[in-house]
């Protein structure tokens, strides 16, 4: 019993303290201000999924946010194959780079 109340007090709390989509953006930025200069990841030589993945940052920018009411998830596309995805659940944001198929 109260294993349960532990766990409906938990869930209060984190539907109550999601960061929202500028908590998110801001999470982003700074992560990609933290990265090297020439950190471009997958520097293996030109690929059509390079390319397409390229077109795809450059077009898109703006980034998803998705909330799941206790956590909430942002993905930003960047210029190459990877992209940002950003988890967050009370009120704090965590950032990593996602490099599809590695």
């Not at 940052?57 to 210029?79: I, Q, V, W």
Request: proline letters at 4%.
């Amino acid at each position: 019993m109260r294993l349960l109340l532990l766990l409906i007090i938990a869930g209060v709390a984190a539907y109550f303290t999601v960061p929202q989509r500028a908590a998110h953006e801001e999470a982003a930025a700074a992560f990609l201000e933290g990265r090297e200069p020439g950190e471009a990841r997958g520097a293996g030589g030109v690929t059509l999924d390079s390319v397409i993945g390229y077109v795809k940052g450059m077009l898109a920018g703006e980034g998803r946010y998705e909330n799941y009411y206790l956590a909430s998830k942002f993905t930003l596309d960047t210029p190459g194959a990877a992209y940002v995805e950003c988890w967050g659940a009370f009120t704090q944001v965590q950032c990593r780079e996602v490099t599809p198929g590695g």
